[in-house]
């Protein structure tokens, strides 16, 4: 079965400061990976997912996100914070045969500082 | 623009009554899934149905059921809410298929039970 593991509950950046929010993946295939975004009291968004096509995705609102297979990793950065990046960010893991079991990680709260 | 829309944003109950949760999405997907949110668990799934009438179990269906009569709709039931039903709860939807393809959320209601 696959799962994720979001390394850190909370991450607290100064706006402008680079963001690195860690995510690592178990799984016996090739999966699926998806950062999702909620903002206070809001639904889920999708950032951005790879798909076993270029390792190196870029997503929504300069975040992008490297698939490390050596490493299970699949850490999502972000060069410089802004006010608005603070919210909840889920990593998550899709397959094998569909997307009906898609298993998410228990979240890391991005605190963003003026 | 994709749209998930769900009934009530917030909703109070007071246990042992019936609750019903609507979903209703516009994409015309085949999928749709219940999930409950819980600080530091991230999403469970609870059920999710890929067709008119079809259902399967998630994770944690123990006290809900649900309900497709049509496409577009997905409601979850609390046939006799308790209080550790209190949570987050979203509704999702996605095209059948491959595990690539992500899903798409409506904005969450959060039920309290007293």
């Known amino acids: 079965a696959q799962s994720v593991t979001q390394l850190d509950s909370h991450v607290s950046v100064s706006e402008g400061t680079p963001v690195l929010l860690r995510c690592n993946y178990s799984?016996?295939?090739?999966?699926?990976l998806f950062w999702y975004v909620q903002h206070p009291n809001k639904g889920l968004q999708l950032l951005l997912k790879?798909?076993?096509?270029?390792?190196l995705v870029k997503g929504i609102n300069g975040f992008e996100a490297e698939f490390k297979k050596s490493e299970t990793s699949f850490h999502l950065t972000k060069p410089s914070a802004h006010m608005s990046d603070a919210a909840e960010y889920f990593c998550?893991?899709?397959?094998?045969?569909?997307?009906?079991?898609?298993?998410f990680g228990a979240g890391t709260r991005l605190t963003v500082k003026p | 623009d994709v749209k998930v829309t769900q009934s009530s944003r917030y909703l109070v109950k007071r246990t042992g009554e019936k609750v019903f949760l609507e979903c209703v999405q516009d994409?015309?997907?085949?999928?749709m899934f219940w999930y409950r949110q819980d600080p530091g668990l991230g999403l469970r799934l609870i059920y999710f149905?890929?067709?008119?009438?079809?259902?399967e179990k998630g994770d944690i269906p123990e006290g809900y059921s649900v309900s497709r009569e049509k496409k577009e709709r997905f409601s979850l039931i609390l046939e006799s809410a308790s209080t550790n039903q209190t949570s987050m709860y979203l509704c999702?939807?996605?095209?059948?298929?491959?595990?690539?393809?992500?899903?798409?959320f409506g904005p969450g209601t959060r039920l309290t039970v007293t």
């Open positions: 999702a939807s996605s095209r059948p298929g491959t595990y690539s393809y992500e899903q798409y």
């Open positions: 799984s016996s295939y090739s999966p699926s």
């Open positions: 790879y798909t076993s096509a270029a390792t």
């Open positions: 998550v893991v899709s397959g094998p045969y569909n997307n009906n079991d898609m298993r």
């Open positions: 994409m015309d997907h085949e999928n």
């Open positions: 149905s890929y067709d008119v009438k079809m259902k």
